[in-house]
C-alpha cells in the first residue's frame, strides 16, 4: 500500500528555521516525484515544487523559487521541505504526494500525505 | 490569480448534473494531460480524473472529464450531499525550460 506520513503540527516565530518531512512507503521510492503543495488558510492549492529522489532533479514554483529549499534521501525514503528563515506569510497547511513521472516533469499527483500545519506566529 | 481559471463555485440539487471548467493557454491544457483533484472540507485533495479523462480505481463513473483544445471539464451526474467539496484542475506547463505545475484556484461545489 503506497502511504505519505507527514510529520506533525509545528508552531514557530518569525525569523526561525524549519524542516518538514514526508516518508514514503509501498513503493519506489526514487522513481516518482514528490511534490510540495501549500494551501493557505481558506484558500486553493499552491504548488511550490518537486524533487525527483533518484537523481534530486528539483523543480521550483516560479513564484517561490528561493524562498524554500526541498531535498530527499533516498535511503530513508524521505522528502524534506524547509525555510531557513519563516515569516508569518508561511502560516499554511503543506501537502506532499507522489507525482507520476514524464520527459519533463509530472502527469499527475496520485497519493497525498495528510498534512503538515504550519503556523508562524510572535 | 492563477494560471488555470475555474469558476469559484457551482451548484445543483440533488441528483442532478454539474459541470466544471478549467481554461488553460497552449503551455500548460493545450499540450499537456489534465488531472482533476477533489477537497472534501478538512481533508488532504484526492485525484479524482487523470489524462484528462480517465478514474483511478474506486472513483465512481459519475465523475468524468474531458478536454478540449486549452480547456478542459469535469462533470458529475447523479449529485450526491456528499460530493460537496472543493474541486482543483491541474496541469504541466512547459513555458519556462525547467517547466512547473499549475492548479486552478478551484470551484466550490455546493449540493442544494
Known amino acids: 500500500e503506497v502511504q505519505l506520513v507527514q510529520s506533525g503540527a509545528e508552531m514557530k516565530k518569525p525569523g526561525e528555521s524549519l524542516k518538514i518531512s514526508c516518508k514514503g512507503s509501498?513503493?519506489?521510492?526514487?522513481?516518482?516525484?514528490i511534490g510540495w503543495v501549500r494551501q493557505m488558510p481558506g484558500k486553493g492549492l499552491e504548488w511550490m515544487g518537486i524533487i525527483y529522489p533518484g537523481d534530486s532533479d528539483t523543480k521550483y514554483s516560479p513564484s517561490l523559487q528561493g524562498q524554500v529549499t526541498i531535498s530527499a534521501d533516498k535511503s530513508t525514503t524521505t522528502a524534506y521541505l524547509q525555510w531557513s528563515s519563516l515569516r508569518a506569510s508561511d502560516t499554511a497547511m503543506y501537502y506532499c504526494a507522489r507525482g507520476i513521472p514524464m520527459i519533463r516533469g509530472v502527469f499527475y499527483f496520485d497519493y497525498w500525505g495528510r498534512g503538515t500545519l504550519v503556523t508562524v506566529s510572535s | 490569480q492563477s494560471v488555470l481559471t475555474q469558476p469559484p463555485s457551482v451548484s445543483a440539487a440533488p441528483g442532478q448534473k454539474v459541470t466544471i471548467s478549467c481554461s488553460g493557454s497552449?503551455?500548460?491544457?493545450?499540450?499537456?494531460?489534465v488531472s482533476w483533484y477533489q477537497q472534501l472540507p478538512g481533508t488532504a485533495p484526492k485525484l479524482l480524473i487523470y489524462d484528462n479523462h480517465k478514474r483511478p480505481s474506486g472513483i465512481p463513473d459519475r465523475f468524468s472529464g474531458s478536454k478540449s483544445g486549452t480547456s478542459a471539464t469535469l462533470g458529475i451526474t447523479g449529485l450526491q450531499t456528499g460530493d460537496e467539496a472543493d474541486y482543483y484542475c491541474?496541469?504541466?506547463?512547459?513555458?519556462?525550460?525547467?517547466?512547473?505545475?499549475?492548479f486552478g484556484g478551484g470551484t466550490k461545489l455546493t449540493v442544494l
Open positions: 497552449s503551455s500548460n491544457i493545450g499540450n499537456n494531460y
Open positions: 491541474g496541469t504541466w506547463d512547459g513555458s519556462l525550460s525547467a517547466g512547473f505545475w499549475v
Open positions: 509501498g513503493y519506489s521510492f526514487s522513481t516518482y516525484w
